[in-house]
Each structure stands twice: as structure tokens, then as C-alpha cells.
């Protein structure tokens, strides 16, 4: 859907991933290659030339897509949802270059936040773990 509005939004290949990674991790950013979904361009960059992505991670904003299908007014209020560990740590590593998108499936809108954002309009926060076996 975001991919379809025309904005630069790119959902990146596996190979693009790995450079992302990459690129940001010789800037000193951590990034873990799940804890995010698609990615902004808002300039031309080769996502398979590690060198222009290197070269370009100015124009390069990664985003974690939270979803839902409930009906909701345009700002999400009333919207509860899950960070993990690994989205937490990447929102914190790249700061301005990392965001949330709220992304209502049912009505179309979306929402841009960074976790600066998400934590002052937070009426709760309610920390679990996750465990898997």
C-alpha cells in the first residue's frame, strides 16, 4: 500500500537489507535487519551499489510498519501495539534516520512517528517479554 502511493517508499530485497546494514553499521549505527520493513528514498539511491547507499544514508529513512485493520481516527488515538527490543534499539541508533508508520489497513492513513514522538503521546506503557522456544 505505501509502496503504491508514489512517495519513495521501497520495501528492500534481501541483497538491499544486507547493504543497508551495512552502510549503517560503518557510521557506528546499529541495525538489526528484522527490526524494520520498508524504507524512504527522498533522493535517488542505488540500493544494490553498497557504495551509493554508503554515500546516500542522508536520503535514506528506515521505518518499522505497525498495521492494523480496526477503524480509528486519522491520528491512531486509541491504538495499542507492541515494540520489540530490536526496534527499540535501532529507533535509538539511527534517531532521525529510523521512524514508526502507523498504517491503518481499512481507511488508507498513516501515521509517522519517531520514538521521541511515540513516548510523549503514550497514555501507557506496559513492558513483556517474548519468549520463544
Not at 16 to 22: A, F, K, M, S
Not at 23 to 36: D, I, M, W
Not at 67 to 80: A, H, N, Q
Amino acid at each position: 500500500m505505501l509502496e503504491a502511493r508514489n512517495e519513495g517508499f521501497v520495501v528492500p530485497t534481501g541483497r538491499q537489507r544486507q547493504n543497508l546494514l551495512v552502510a549503517f553499521a560503518k557510521k557506528g549505527k546499529v541495525v538489526y535487519g528484522k527490526a524494520f520493513d520498508i524504507v524512504r528514498l527522498n533522493a535517488p539511491v542505488d540500493l544494490d551499489d553498497l557504495d551509493d547507499v554508503e554515500n546516500s544514508l542522508v536520503n535514506i529513512l528506515v521505518f518499522e510498519i505497525k498495521s492494523t485493520r480496526k477503524v480509528l481516527p486519522p491520528d491512531f488515538s486509541g491504538y495499542f501495539f507492541g515494540l520489540s527490543a530490536a526496534e527499540m534499539l535501532v529507533a535509538q541508533s539511527l534517531r532521525d534516520h529510523f521512524k514508526f508508520i502507523f498504517v491503518n489497513i481499512t481507511t488508507g492513513t498513516h501515521v509517522e512517528m519517531g520514538i521521541g514522538d511515540i513516548f510523549a503521546r503514550a497514555k501507557g506503557i506496559y513492558p513483556t517479554w517474548s519468549i520463544m522456544f
